[in-house]
């Protein structure tokens, strides 16, 4: 746009401009004084004063006239939009993120001379918002408004005149609550008005559990105290909702750990649940209410939730059938450790035995099989079974218990010897499936072999973390071995780490020696010969003064744990895992340890086949693996490398989590941000009336030129001058 104006010339400087027009105004105060008091006052004498002493004014001016091209530029104005997953929530007749989409186009075409740059908030920085893309729209598990006005007060570009605020008000930052100089100091040192636009205002019918509270951190086998809060809002009418609490396994249905009613006063209640999980690791629970009728958002009735349960002490069953050297020597291991409560039976006396003693007399009591493997079997993370006969003890009737246990998620380890594996009477049993490895029924030949060999390590175990620290100590040597137990060909799944040099299996493969497997959600390791001590008490001994049974024991025991340093790769979910969305996957597979990498993805409490993905995969390098969008519920990846052990993270999936758990929009907490800013609160359908500033004006191109030459003024000022005292003289003035 071109404008044209009138200006005095540049060159004066302001002090002779001011000077001029001072003078001039001091001659026209003089001329009206004088003719006042003068008998001659013609109007001629005062019309040619006035214009000579003007004239003489824009002769020393010297007006120039001004054109000058000029560019209005709009006010910079950010409009960040709420992505959190609860603008997914009905809103006042449509979703949120819909009512939010039609605000911010409202603004644009109030405003039309306004540069907006929109920006969404999530978690973190403020990010790039596509208005056209529905899934950005409520793609983030939190909002965080206070750290997206923060990456906007830390950018070096141009600062916005105002920013906008388009969200229903379930913010994480600033928390409900933060009001006056709190709420200034979270929102920062902003100078600018901050207006808001609410998206929401009425509370959905809905019940839905608000909080899970655990007081303390998970521990295995002790009692873990549940606060669980309900909410009830929008006119739904609640007086108890029952609670219930499952834990997710990934065979078998969901294990009910608690259950009770919460009683509803001023719309919400609270109940106070103890649970108590018994494996370590990472564990999936369920949370879940009973709505009542008219219940608009069911996926709030229920939460999914990952505790990472950490040991207290490993507690460890031992259970042995003789005293021997072997026995001995992994009893004093066991006790050695002061992360390990052990539990060890020595049995010397089976069932049938005749002491012919009375009660009061009799030392040697009964094997307490029905009390350990009925009643205390779950409260045990690993069950030691070494050298020991299944019939005599009673322990037979109770292998199915045995065996479940291992499906739940326990831990077995079978250590050889003459009662030990088909000797001992397990072959053919419940037990036998969640060995690692088949037996040779007790009726066939050769289920013991008693010539002295040395174990060969097989490709996995020279790979497998499990068998890094004996290897350090002793690289591929073992010691020789007195016998062994004849085990069968390996279960599918199954990794081979020690291999009989010459003894071969009914498929001709290398008979195992030392075998890791899984079963269900729990671990087991079969171990063919009685010794192991060897690795501490004997001349091959010395080269590492003991040490290597320790490290052996270690590694077994800990990978039956699953204690990170032993598995052969670690999985985590990048984020959080949010339902029908897609899912990143993060793994790290550790040095030395290569080969095809298979991922298995399986619901857990389902029937529903595992989904198989094959990623590639670097040695040692962390690799990220994209899943398709999940259903809620609880999941178990398995990742297992070439053919070394496997290892298993499990997760929960929800479609809302935290930004679903309150339902209820917070149209106040915008009122206070926008007042604590000098901003304005708006409702959505008044996004026309946000008051942002006026365009500005700059000129990008200016040109002058004088109305009149300098000469020119001068000669009609002189004439003037000379018509003024001409005329003061015809009147008489002097």
């Not at 809103?91 to 001379?113: H, I, Y």
């Not at 040991?311 to 004093?332: N, Q």
């Not at 006026?694 to 000379?722: D, F, H, K, M, Y």
Request: with cysteine.
């Amino acid at each position: 746009m071109t404008r044209q104006s009138i200006s005095w010339s540049g060159d004066l400087p302001p002090l002779i401009v001011g000077l001029a027009i001072a003078l001039a105004v001091v001659g026209l105060v003089l001329l009206v004084w004088e003719l006042r008091h003068s008998r001659s006052r013609t109007p001629l004498v005062a019309a040619s004063g006035i214009l000579a002493t003007l004239l003489m004014l824009t002769a020393v001016l010297r007006p120039m006239r001004v054109k000058a091209s000029v560019t209005h530029v709009g006010p910079k104005v950010v409009v960040l939009v709420d992505r959190s997953v609860s603008m997914a929530l009905p809103g006042d007749g449509t979703p949120r993120w819909q009512v939010a989409r039609k605000a911010l186009a409202d603004l644009r075409e109030a405003s039309r001379d306004a540069r907006f740059i929109v920006r969404g908030f999530g978690v973190g920085r403020a990010s790039d918002y596509d208005p056209a893309s529905d899934d950005q729209a409520k793609d983030q598990p939190h909002s965080d408004l206070v750290a997206a006005l923060d990456s906007l007060a830390g950018s070096t570009e141009e600062m916005p005149a105002a920013i906008v605020v388009i969200s229903d008000g379930r913010l994480d930052r600033p928390g409900p609550g933060t009001t006056g100089a709190q709420l200034a100091s979270e929102l920062g040192s902003w100078t600018i008005p901050i207006h808001t636009i609410a998206v929401a205002h009425r509370d959905p019918a809905d019940a839905s559990i608000r909080r899970v509270d655990a007081a303390g951190a998970a521990v295995a086998h002790q009692p873990l105290a549940l606060r669980i809060t309900v909410g009830c809002a929008g006119g739904l009418t609640c007086e108890t909702i029952p609670v219930r609490v499952w834990e997710l396994a990934e065979s078998g249905p969901p294990a009910l750990l608690a259950s009770g009613t919460a009683t509803i006063v001023d719309g919400t209640g609270t109940v106070e649940l103890p649970i108590t999980l018994d494996r370590a690791g990472k564990r999936v629970v369920k949370v879940e209410l009973d709505a009542p009728v008219g219940d608009e958002i069911p996926d709030n009735d229920r939460r999914f939730l990952t505790f990472d349960v950490t040991r207290d002490r490993v507690r460890v069953l031992h259970v042995a059938g003789r005293p021997s050297y072997d026995v001995r020597a992994l009893r004093m291991w066991l006790k050695s450790d002061a992360s390990l409560d052990v539990v060890a039976f020595f049995i010397l006396r089976s069932l049938t035995d005749d002491v012919n003693a009375s009660t009061d007399d009799l030392a040697l009591i009964k094997f307490p099989v029905d009390e350990l493997f009925s009643e205390h079997l779950s409260s045990f993370d690993a069950v030691v079974l070494q050298d020991f006969d299944a019939v005599p003890y009673g322990l037979s009737s109770y292998l199915d218990n045995l065996a479940q246990y291992v499906q739940r998620g326990g831990g077995l380890i079978m250590v050889g010897g003459e009662n030990a594996f088909a000797s001992g009477g397990y072959a053919g049993t419940p037990l036998e499936p969640v060995l690692p490895i088949a037996l040779p029924r007790s009726g066939e030949p050769g289920i013991v072999d008693l010539g002295p060999f040395v174990p060969a390590y097989s490709d996995a175990g020279r790979e497998a973390p499990v068998l890094s620290p004996l290897r350090a100590l002793l690289g591929d040597d073992l010691p020789t071995m007195n016998g062994t137990n004849v085990l069968g060909d390996p279960h599918p799944g199954t990794v081979v780490l020690w291999q009989h040099p010459t003894r071969r299996t009914a498929s001709g493969a290398p008979m195992p020696v030392l075998a890791l497997g899984e079963s269900g959600n729990g671990r087991a390791v079969a171990l063919s010969v009685d010794d192991a001590h060897q690795l501490a008490f004997s001349e091959f001994a010395l080269r590492t003064s003991g040490r290597a049974y320790g490290a052996l024991w270690d590694g077994l025991l800990g990978w039956l744990m699953r204690d990170p340093r032993y598995e052969p790769a670690r999985v985590e979910v990048v984020g959080t895992c949010r339902a029908d969305a897609p899912v990143t996957l993060a793994f790290r597979s550790s040095l030395g340890v290569s080969g095809a990498t298979e991922l298995q993805l399986a619901p857990l409490g389902s029937s529903a086949p595992a989904q198989t993905i094959h990623p590639a995969t670097s040695a040692g390098k962390s690799v990220d693996v994209q899943l398709p969008a999940l259903a809620p519920g609880g999941y178990a990846v398995t990742l297992k490398i070439g053919s070394g052990p496997s290892t298993r993270q499990d997760f929960a999936c929800e479609r809302g989590g935290d930004e679903w758990a309150d339902s209820r929009p917070d149209p106040k907490r915008l009122e206070a941000i926008a007042r604590s800013t000098g901003g304005r609160a708006l409702s959505a359908s008044d996004a026309r009336e946000v008051p942002l500033p006026s365009a500005i004006e700059i000129a990008s191109e200016r040109q002058t030129s004088p109305v009149l030459p300098a000469w020119l003024w001068t000669l009609v000022a002189s004439v003037a001058l000379g018509a003024h005292w001409i005329a003061r003289r015809k009147s008489g003035l002097y």
